[in-house]
């Protein structure tokens, strides 16, 4: 059974930093290309940053500087290093495995951005 669970949200004042973490199981994690994808109540999802599964990664403009993704192989583990937040970095952050067509989902982890 597939699954994808994400957790470290929560309220953080601007300015501060938070870790999400993904554990995956029930695929290979390390062939995976993995991806944080964030999504505000009415607006489309939006791909905040991806890593490759030989290591290269990738970020949204709006992110590039502050945020960090990384991944360890070895605990089929994913992470989101959150620095410098602002309020419009507010959403659902949500973990996406693709490979080849095949497409898993968390349930997403509510990060709040807010004084």
């Known amino acids: 059974q597939v699954q994808l669970v994400e957790s470290g949200g929560g309220l953080v004042q601007p300015g501060g930093s938070l870790r999400l973490s993904c554990v995956a199981s029930?695929?290979?994690?390390?062939?995976?290309?993995m991806y944080w994808v964030r999504q505000v109540p009415g607006k489309e999802r939006e791909l905040v940053a991806g890593?490759?599964?030989?290591?290269?990664?990738t970020y949204v403009d709006s992110v590039k500087g502050r945020f960090t993704i990384s991944k360890d192989n070895a605990k089929n583990i994913l992470y989101l290093q959150m620095n410098g937040l602002k309020p419009e970095d507010t959403a659902v952050y949500y973990c996406n495995a693709r490979n080849w067509g095949t497409e898993y989902w968390g349930q997403g982890t509510q990060v709040t951005v807010s004084s």
């Open positions: 890593v490759t599964s030989g290591g290269s990664t």
């Open positions: 029930g695929f290979t994690f390390s062939t995976f290309w």
